[in-house]
């Protein structure tokens, strides 16, 4: 179908805003603390997203208290610790490898499901789990902390990876809690909510370094970076994905997001000078493997869940 087609191609825009975030933010890092950057280009996000929200659904904004309650946990949960443990993650590690453990979320979401005792799991899914853990393991180990001539790649690549891999826990239960609210509430009024309720949580993370950071000192193009991240990157990216979700469906939407990896790891070697081991290309591979495995294979609801 034609509409089909534009849904792909928009998607694929998606994936080339993403894939080239991941290298902006490493650069920009350079001049600006990340989780004063992140503080800042979360701050753009919600002020844009909770402005749409208003606008369009400005005849149901209210809402129960219990729900509000649970748009706060959410908020906190996917735009306050997984964007402070995100952010520091990306500045310890390389962008490459901190692009692929963010791909890993699928497979936490499906098990924190299965935790939860919301859903029922294959057993190809928990190959695939356990097929991508094993690529997440040879990633790291493949994952070099300086360049050929002894430059510095990655701060602490080690304690990067796992910032990162809790960041992807973090967002796989914000994924999965959102259900919840799903079934009630539209995708844009969840997104700008978490945000606008979130982000203060995230300034609670980054004051020191908002208070220390000389933005008198920023170039323009740390600015420019800074609205891209926000504007493109959250923003217009947010509304693409939920639309290509609510078109195609997630598991066929989700398949796309395994292209930003691939797409990252190509414009760090171009741009950054990361190089890419043969560690880092095998379990890369393992990785993205394990993940269509998860994705690709429905979960099962279980009943009383219906």
Same mark, same amino acid.
């Given at each position: 179908m034609?509409?089909?087609?534009?849904?792909?191609?928009s998607?694929?825009?998606v994936?080339? $805003?993403?894939g080239?975030?991941?290298i902006?933010?490493?650069?920009?890092f350079?001049e600006?603390?990340?989780?004063?950057?992140n503080?800042?280009?979360?701050?753009? +996000?919600? %002020?844009v %997203?909770?402005?749409?929200?208003?606008?369009?659904?400005?005849?149901?904004?209210?809402m129960p208290?219990r729900?509000?309650?649970?748009?706060?946990?959410l908020?906190?949960? /996917?735009n306050?610790l997984?964007? +402070?443990?995100?952010?520091?993650g990306l500045?310890?590690?390389t962008s /490459?490898v901190?692009?692929?453990? *963010?791909?890993?979320?699928?497979?936490?979401?499906?098990?924190?499901?299965?935790l %939860?005792?919301?859903?029922t799991?294959t057993?190809?899914?928990?190959?695939g789990?356990v097929i991508?853990?094993?690529?997440?393991?040879?990633v790291t180990?493949?994952?070099?902390?300086?360049?050929?001539n002894h430059?510095i790649?990655a701060?602490?690549? =080690?304690?990067?990876?796992?910032?990162?891999?809790?960041?992807?826990?973090c967002?796989?239960?914000?994924?999965?809690l959102?259900?919840s609210?799903?079934?009630?509430?539209?995708?844009l009024?969840?997104s700008?909510?978490g945000l606008l309720?979130?982000?203060?949580?995230?300034w609670a993370?980054?004051?020191?370094?908002?208070?220390?950071?000389?933005?008198?000192?920023?170039s323009l193009?740390a600015?420019?970076?800074?609205?891209y991240?926000?504007?493109i &990157?959250?923003a217009l990216?947010? %509304? *693409?994905? &939920?639309?290509?979700?609510?078109?195609?469906? +997630?598991?066929?939407? +989700?398949?796309?997001n395994n292209l930003?990896?691939?797409l990252?790891?190509?414009l760090?070697? =171009?741009?950054?000078g990361?190089? $890419?081991t043969?560690?880092? *290309?095998?379990g890369?591979?393992?990785?993205?493997?394990g993940v269509?495995?998860?994705i690709?294979?429905p979960a099962?609801p279980r009943?009383h869940h219906?």
């Amino acid at each position: 179908m034609r509409s089909n087609w534009v849904i792909e191609l928009s998607l694929l825009l998606v994936v080339c $805003i993403w894939g080239t975030n991941f290298i902006l933010m490493k650069w920009v890092f350079r001049e600006l603390s990340p989780l004063a950057f992140n503080a800042v280009r979360m701050t753009v +996000a919600a %002020l844009v %997203l909770g402005a749409l929200w208003a606008w369009r659904e400005r005849d149901r904004l209210k809402m129960p208290l219990r729900d509000w309650g649970r748009f706060l946990l959410l908020g906190l949960l /996917g735009n306050a610790l997984y964007q +402070a443990l995100f952010v520091t993650g990306l500045d310890l590690t390389t962008s /490459g490898v901190s692009s692929l453990l *963010i791909g890993t979320i699928p497979l936490w979401a499906a098990l924190l499901a299965v935790l %939860l005792r919301w859903e029922t799991i294959t057993a190809r899914t928990w190959l695939g789990i356990v097929i991508a853990f094993a690529g997440i393991v040879l990633v790291t180990l493949g994952t070099p902390a300086r360049d050929q001539n002894h430059q510095i790649l990655a701060k602490d690549p =080690l304690l990067g990876n796992a910032l990162t891999l809790l960041a992807a826990l973090c967002w796989a239960g914000y994924t999965v809690l959102q259900k919840s609210v799903l079934e009630r509430y539209s995708p844009l009024r969840i997104s700008a909510l978490g945000l606008l309720l979130g982000v203060p949580g995230l300034w609670a993370f980054a004051s020191w370094e908002v208070h220390h950071q000389d933005w008198r000192m920023l170039s323009l193009e740390a600015w420019g970076v800074i609205f891209y991240a926000g504007l493109i &990157s959250i923003a217009l990216a947010y %509304l *693409i994905w &939920s639309w290509g979700v609510q078109r195609l469906g +997630a598991a066929r939407t +989700a398949v796309f997001n395994n292209l930003v990896p691939v797409l990252t790891f190509a414009l760090a070697f =171009l741009f950054l000078g990361e190089p $890419i081991t043969p560690m880092q *290309i095998v379990g890369g591979t393992v990785v993205l493997f394990g993940v269509f495995q998860t994705i690709l294979t429905p979960a099962n609801p279980r009943e009383h869940h219906q």
